[in-house]
């Protein structure tokens, strides 16, 4: 049986619904004594308890993930449209919910899982907040500002566990490419995001929401976001920006009534640094070419390409090349970083993201709630925020070219 974070502060007042659902007495006196003292209780190696908010696409993807991983325990599955829910609970037990606060309150989890649409964040995020549940959260963390900045403000006064679903910066590429960029600091980059529209029509009746700007919260911040994750892990701060845009059936003139996305978004982002990025979007390109990041430095040039971050690097005398077979397949350590700099003697690698990201985001955030650290996850709430203040503020200004 595990204790969650929220067992461990609600101590005695908790106690009875946990006898209710077969804690013994003496991991209850664990736990009231850990209250009382304030102090953390490892989660160790017994089985977590896990919960499922929103059960769509992408929640489906994280139980697989999970599922791949040992000692974890789907306890409980939520969705509005409970049919979604009952089949991940067919696929690996649990009880189905349809509200998230009544699930949080009855299925002692240890961490859950919010897999919402960016429309529909709030009330899962402030139901574990204030039950100090465990969270990782699926980008983007919502569509409205403000919301986000309560939510964060909430995260930081609980000091609550979280992570968030930006998982390419879990991949080896990145983080190799990362790994140079600390020394040798990126002067410009170049991110595409190009594909037709997202949806076939017959598709609209349950995925409709990403063809809307209001529910999504704009396709630069529903998409680009993974690389305006990557490029603040590279470049540092962003200070200014700025955007253009096709409007809605600008190029997509056959769009179904649902669809007011732009046909084309187009960022600059300027960084503390000096360094400058753009980063553009379109969905009105039948025959786009996905996802392209390239990042320029002084003495070296990364090229990511596709959906797999696939690394072509190129450097000047071979500096800070190794071949790819040398480079771990998880970062032993995030605090170990240095470690993995050598010099090698290739001007140029091709190293090929074969890493399951999704798996290995998912078994940092384990390990993460299991040691009650951090120290595993990329991108907590906190950092996910910064990124939303650019995407989201990225909105105010499209079709204005303002600088803000
Ligand atoms: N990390 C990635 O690469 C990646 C890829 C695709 C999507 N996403 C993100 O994942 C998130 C979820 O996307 P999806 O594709 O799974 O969407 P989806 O529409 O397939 O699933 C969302 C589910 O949430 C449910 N839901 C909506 N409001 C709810 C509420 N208030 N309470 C409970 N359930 C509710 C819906 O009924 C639906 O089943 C989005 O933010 C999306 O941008 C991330």
Same mark, same amino acid.
């Given at each position: 049986?595990?204790?969650?974070?929220?067992?461990?502060?609600?101590?005695?007042?908790? /106690?009875?619904?946990?006898?209710?659902?077969?804690?013994? @007495?003496? @991991?209850?006196? *664990?736990?009231?004594?850990? /209250?009382?003292?304030?102090?953390?209780?490892?989660?160790?190696?017994?089985?977590?308890?896990?919960?499922?908010?929103?059960?769509?696409?992408?929640?489906?993807?994280?139980?697989?993930?999970? /599922?791949?991983?040992?000692?974890?325990?789907?306890?409980?599955?939520?969705?509005?449209? +409970?049919?979604?829910?009952?089949?991940?609970?067919?696929?690996?037990?649990?009880?189905?919910?349809?509200?998230?606060?009544? !699930?949080?309150?009855?299925?002692?989890?240890?961490?859950?899982?919010?897999? &919402?649409?960016?429309?529909?964040?709030?009330?899962?995020?402030?139901?574990?907040?204030?039950?100090?549940?465990?969270?990782?959260?699926?980008?983007?963390?919502?569509?409205?500002?403000?919301?986000?900045?309560?939510?964060?403000?909430?995260?930081?006064?609980?000091?609550?566990? $979280?992570?968030?679903?930006?998982?390419?910066?879990?991949? @080896?590429?990145?983080?190799?490419?990362?790994?140079?960029?600390?020394?040798?600091?990126?002067?410009?980059?170049?991110?595409?995001?190009? %594909?037709?529209?997202?949806?076939?029509?017959?598709?609209? $009746?349950?995925?409709?929401? $990403? &063809?809307?700007?209001?529910? $999504?919260?704009?396709?630069?911040?529903?998409?680009?976001?993974?690389?305006?994750?990557?490029?603040?892990?590279? !470049?540092?701060?962003?200070?200014?920006?700025?955007?253009?845009?096709?409007?809605? @059936?600008?190029?997509?003139?056959?769009?179904?009534?649902?669809?007011?996305?732009?046909?084309?978004?187009?960022?600059?982002?300027?960084?503390? %640094?000096?360094?400058?990025?753009?980063?553009?979007? +379109?969905?009105?390109?039948?025959?786009?070419?996905?996802?392209?990041?390239?990042?320029?430095?002084?003495?070296?040039?990364?090229?990511?390409? #596709?959906?797999?971050?696939?690394?072509?690097?190129?450097?000047?005398?071979?500096?800070?090349?190794?071949?790819?077979?040398?480079?771990?397949?998880?970062?032993?350590?995030?605090?170990?970083?240095?470690?993995?700099?050598?010099?090698?003697?290739?001007?140029?690698?091709?190293? #090929?993201?074969?890493?399951?990201?999704? +798996? *290995?985001?998912?078994?940092?955030?384990?390990?993460?709630?299991?040691?009650?650290?951090?120290?595993?996850?990329?991108?907590?709430?906190?950092?996910?925020?910064?990124? %939303?203040?650019? +995407?989201?503020? *990225?909105?105010?200004?499209?079709?204005?070219?303002?600088?803000?």
């Amino acid at each position: 049986m595990a204790f969650s974070l929220r067992d461990r502060v609600a101590g005695d007042a908790h /106690s009875n619904t946990l006898k209710e659902k077969g804690y013994d @007495r003496a @991991r209850l006196a *664990i736990l009231v004594l850990a /209250s009382a003292s304030g102090g953390v209780v490892s989660v160790g190696e017994e089985s977590l308890r896990l919960g499922i908010i929103g059960c769509g696409m992408m929640g489906r993807r994280h139980l697989e993930a999970l /599922s791949r991983l040992p000692d974890i325990k789907l306890m409980a599955f939520c969705d509005v449209l +409970t049919e979604r829910a009952e089949e991940l609970a067919h696929r690996s037990g649990g009880t189905v919910y349809d509200n998230p606060e009544r !699930m949080l309150d009855e299925a002692a989890l240890d961490a859950v899982y919010v897999v &919402l649409p960016p429309f529909a964040h709030g009330l899962a995020e402030r139901a574990a907040i204030e039950r100090r549940i465990p969270m990782f959260i699926e980008k983007p963390i919502g569509a409205d500002l403000s919301l986000c900045r309560e939510i964060g403000a909430m995260v930081q006064e609980a000091h609550l566990l $979280t992570s968030v679903g930006y998982h390419n910066r879990y991949r @080896r590429t990145v983080r190799r490419a990362g790994d140079i960029f600390r020394s040798d600091r990126p002067v410009m980059a170049c991110a595409t995001w190009t %594909s037709g529209l997202p949806l076939a029509p017959e598709q609209l $009746t349950s995925r409709a929401w $990403t &063809l809307q700007r209001a529910r $999504t919260g704009g396709r630069f911040a529903e998409t680009a976001g993974h690389s305006v994750d990557i490029l603040r892990a590279f !470049m540092g701060k962003v200070v200014a920006m700025s955007a253009f845009r096709a409007p809605p @059936r600008a190029f997509n003139r056959e769009a179904c009534q649902e669809y007011d996305l732009d046909d084309v978004e187009v960022v600059m982002l300027q960084f503390a %640094s000096g360094a400058v990025a753009t980063v553009s979007v +379109t969905v009105a390109a039948q025959a786009g070419a996905g996802t392209t990041l390239s990042v320029f430095a002084g003495r070296h040039t990364a090229h990511f390409s #596709g959906w797999e971050h696939n690394l072509h690097l190129v450097a000047v005398d071979g500096e800070g090349c190794r071949t790819d077979e040398d480079y771990p397949a998880e970062p032993p350590s995030w605090a170990d970083w240095d470690h993995w700099r050598r010099t090698g003697s290739l001007s140029q690698v091709e190293a #090929g993201a074969s890493d399951d990201a999704f +798996t *290995i985001e998912n078994r940092a955030f384990i390990k993460a709630v299991r040691k009650g650290d951090p120290g595993s996850i990329c991108t907590t709430y906190a950092d996910a925020l910064e990124t %939303s203040e650019i +995407t989201l503020g *990225i909105a105010n200004c499209l079709g204005t070219g303002r600088k803000l």
